[in-house]
C-alpha cells in the first residue's frame, strides 16, 4: 500500500515569493491534514480536511495561506507571499474518518525561506 | 487548552539499554494518548496508543501506561537497538485535535 506522497521534499524561496506544496493522501482515506513543524517543535495543525471540506481551519493564517481539496483526494497548501518565518516542515498526513487518532504522515516539505 | 510536555533529548543510550522518555499532559475530558515515531528521512509513524486511564499500550518492545492519577504516559523499552534511533512524539487527542509533544530525540550507539 502506498503511504502519503508529498512533493516538493525541499524547496528554497525568497521572501515575499509565493509557494505551493502538494499532498496525495493514502486511497479511502477521507480525513486530510496539514501541520506545519518548527524546527525542535511537534506537528501543529493548519487545516483538517473530511473529505473536500475543510472542517478545521483555525490555525491556518488566511492572510498569507490558503487550501484546497477540490475532489476530496488531492490537496494542496499554498503561501503566498511567504515570510522569513514560515521556514518549517508541511507535513500532509491523512486517516479514516472514524480513526483520527491514528493519521498516517507523509515525509514531508522542508521550506527556506531567504 | 491541551498541551503535551515531554523531555528534550537527545537521549543517547548504549545498544541493549533500558529507555524511559518520560511524557506528561494536561486536557479537560478524557483523552487518548499516543506515541508517534519517526525514523530520519521518514513521516511520523503510529507505535502505540491507549484510549483510556490504566490503559497500556504496546509495540515493537515499546509500551506506555496511560496514569490518569499522574497525568503521564511514560514510553519505555527494556533493550534499545541501534535500529530504534528516531525523534519519538507523545500527542494527545481530545475532542477532534491531536496535539504533540516537541519530540525526544534518541540515538543509540553500539
Known amino acids: 500500500e502506498a503511504g502519503v506522497v508529498q512533493s516538493p521534499r525541499y524547496k528554497i524561496i525568497e521572501k515575499k515569493q509565493p509557494v505551493a506544496f502538494w499532498c496525495n493522501p493514502i486511497?479511502?482515506?477521507?480525513?486530510l491534514y496539514w501541520y506545519r513543524q518548527n524546527l525542535g517543535q511537534g506537528p501543529e495543525l493548519l487545516i483538517r480536511y473530511e473529505n473536500e471540506e475543510a472542517v478545521d481551519d483555525s490555525q491556518l493564517p488566511k492572510d498569507r495561506f490558503s487550501a484546497e481539496r477540490l475532489k476530496g483526494v488531492d490537496s494542496t497548501l499554498k503561501i503566498q507571499p511567504a515570510e522569513l518565518g514560515d521556514s518549517a516542515v508541511y507535513l500532509c498526513?491523512?486517516?479514516?474518518?472514524?480513526?483520527?487518532?491514528?493519521?498516517?504522515f507523509g515525509p514531508g516539505t522542508r521550506l527556506t525561506v531567504t | 487548552g491541551n498541551s503535551v510536555t515531554q523531555m528534550e533529548g537527545p537521549v543517547t543510550l548504549s545498544e541493549e539499554a533500558f529507555l524511559t522518555i518520560n511524557c506528561t499532559y494536561t486536557?479537560?475530558?478524557?483523552?487518548?494518548l499516543f506515541w508517534y515515531v519517526q525514523y530520519p528521512g521518514e513521516g511520523l509513524q503510529l507505535l502505540l496508543k491507549?484510549?483510556?486511564?490504566?490503559d497500556k499500550g504496546s509495540n515493537k518492545g515499546f509500551e506506555a501506561t496511560y496514569r490518569k492519577e499522574t497525568t503521564s504516559f511514560h514510553l519505555e523499552k527494556g533493550s534499545v537497538q541501534v535500529s530504534d534511533s528516531a525523534v519519538y512524539f507523545c500527542a494527545l487527542k481530545g475532542y477532534q485535535k491531536v496535539t504533540f509533544g516537541i519530540g525526544t530525540k534518541l540515538q543509540v550507539i553500539p
Open positions: 498526513a491523512s486517516s479514516l474518518q472514524d480513526r483520527s487518532y491514528e493519521q498516517y
Open positions: 491507549a484510549t483510556k486511564a490504566d
Open positions: 486511497s479511502g482515506h477521507n480525513t
Open positions: 486536557a479537560t475530558g478524557y483523552p487518548s
